[in-house]
């Protein structure tokens, strides 16, 4: 009960945090595309997805591995931190040395001073960040995320409404917010009080490489499947097409984000669960977890066409063509993370690897072979494509570590109501796509239901000890 409680409670600070920055940076979108035109957003979309790209290889992914070994418990946090530090100083290092290579891009180098800055910053906070989490201090962790939106928020509208920068605002924007909160979190923590040189393990080393270094080319592999078609679209069609994508993709990504904000919790949580108790908690979890994506994803595709013509500027309205295979790959996405999850409790990051690169070949073919000729449509299929064979490839291969029911028949049913909604959309009609948007839920009623009264229950219960204390006992 308790593990439920705090699982609950964690969810809960972290959707509030959530929710106000995506809300924040998503109603900010008719700001974004008044002060940038479709080339710039397309710019700075794949300087931020070359960031990206960059991260795992400079990071070597120590700040998932310090999360890992430090919220699993019986681990040193100094030998863990100093080994730690000393990892990042060694990809850092080899970044600043292989900076000047960017020169074989003629966009990259132009913005080479913004790339290399939006990667150690982002680095920093996050990996202050992670020893919040994995110290379970959510309510901070939390608290830091928020500031680190409002600031970029408030730093953007300066830069690109005040001093007119171009796509180069965008970035500073970031970058100025990372490295603000990065000091503030160095404050906070002081982490110098757990480093030592003396504290540097080369046995601890070599265990952070082990589970580290496999989720080097996972974190790669799924750049691929998500941004790479960018540079495709970039190469066949310009930055206008790119533009558009890019703006089309933030709004399915709403649905991967407030998903993802669970994932954090529930792998803080299932670390913690018993061996033997695995299993079934994973089975409740998804079974629930299921019918919210698929609500989520009907939901994506019944408000989209009027929710580009609302918050987007006039220029950027072709881009609701790309959003209903985009928020189909967006529900097999956030699924597959949370199967990708069994993984990281059972520290079988080469699996993950393995199933990753199911989708990105795939996602790079269908790429090669349709961005040419359909552009933007071709590369929204390509992703959808590569997000659903992970999916199903997951399934699969989680069985052997976890069984648990995977509600094959009821999400296949729903899966086809969302299919012919988003067909309906992509033909404009947006009308007729509400009726298979609202039933695509329906063959998950019990678990809805079964969803509401816990709900309402943890609420009751808040409410109840709330009373308590206001009356002193």
């Known amino acids: 009960m308790k593990k439920q409680d705090t699982l609950f409670s964690n969810t809960v600070i972290l959707g509030a945090a959530a929710v106000l920055s995506k809300a924040t940076v998503f109603f900010l979108m008719p700001f ?33 591995a310090i999360f890992r070994f430090l919220a699993g418990g019986g681990c040193g946090k100094k030998e863990f931190f100093s080994s730690g530090v000393f990892l990042l100083t060694v990809g850092i290092s080899a970044f600043f040395i292989l900076i000047p290579l960017t020169a074989y891009s003629s966009l990259l180098f132009a913005y080479r001073g913004y790339l290399f800055f939006y990667v150690i910053a982002s680095l920093s ?21 928020v500031l680190c939106t409002l600031l970029t928020v408030l730093l953007q509208i300066f830069l690109l409404a005040v001093l007119r920068k171009d796509a180069s605002g965008y970035l500073l924007g970031v970058i100025l917010a990372d490295a603000t909160v990065f000091f503030c979190l160095l404050l906070f923590l002081r982490p110098w009080r757990y480093f030592s040189v003396f504290d540097i393990r080369w046995a ?86 299921l019918p919210v994506a698929i609500m989520g994803a009907a939901s994506v595709l019944s408000i989209a066409y009027p929710l580009v013509l609302l918050i987007y500027a006039p220029e950027y309205s072709g881009a609701v063509a790309f ?68 999916f199903c490839v997951r399934i699969l291969h989680s069985r052997r570590h976890l069984r648990f029911s995977h509600h094959i028949v009821k999400f296949t049913v729903s899966v086809l109501f969302l299919w012919l ?30 969803g509401i009264s816990l709900l309402l229950e943890k609420l009751t219960d808040i409410r109840k000890k709330r009373q308590k204390r206001t009356r002193g006992y």
């Not at 974004?32 to 400079?58: E, K, R, S």
């Not at 906070?125 to 995320?145: D, K, P, T, V």
């Not at 909604?421 to 839920?441: C, D, K, N, Q, T």
């Open 32 to 64: 974004y595309t008044a002060y940038l035109t479709p080339a710039d957003f397309g710019t700075a979309d794949v300087l931020v997805g070359t960031a990206l790209l960059l991260l795992p290889f400079v990071s070597l992914n120590v700040p998932e």
């Open 125 to 145: 906070r996050s990996f202050l960040a992670h020893i919040l989490r994995a110290e379970g201090n959510y309510m901070l962790y939390a608290a830091q995320q």
């Open 204 to 289: 601890i080393i070599k265990k952070i490489l082990r589970y580290s270094l496999p989720l080097m080319p996972t974190a790669v592999l799924w750049w691929v499947t998500a941004v790479s078609e960018r540079y495709i679209l970039l190469h066949y069609h310009g930055t206008q097409v790119t533009g558009l994508y890019a703006a089309a993709s933030r709004i399915p990504t709403v649905l991967t984000f407030l998903i993802g904000v669970f994932l954090e919790a529930w792998q803080y949580a299932a670390i913690g669960t018993r061996e033997q108790a695995r299993a079934p908690r994973y089975g409740h979890i998804y079974s629930l977890l």
């Open 323 to 390: 959003i209903p295979f985009l928020t189909l790959a967006a529900l097999f996405s956030a699924l597959s993370s949370f199967l990708g999850s069994i993984y990281v409790v059972k520290l079988k990051t080469v699996a993950s690897l393995l199933t990753a690169l199911c989708g990105a070949l795939l996602n790079v073919a269908f790429n090669i072979l349709l961005i040419p000729r359909f552009g933007g449509i071709g590369a929204a299929f390509a992703t959808l494509i590569a997000y659903f064979t992970v």
């Open 421 to 450: 909604a988003a067909f309906a959309v992509m033909r404009e009609g947006y009308l007729i796509a509400l009726l298979p948007a609202i039933f695509s839920p329906l063959p998950f009623s019990l678990e809805i239901w079964e």
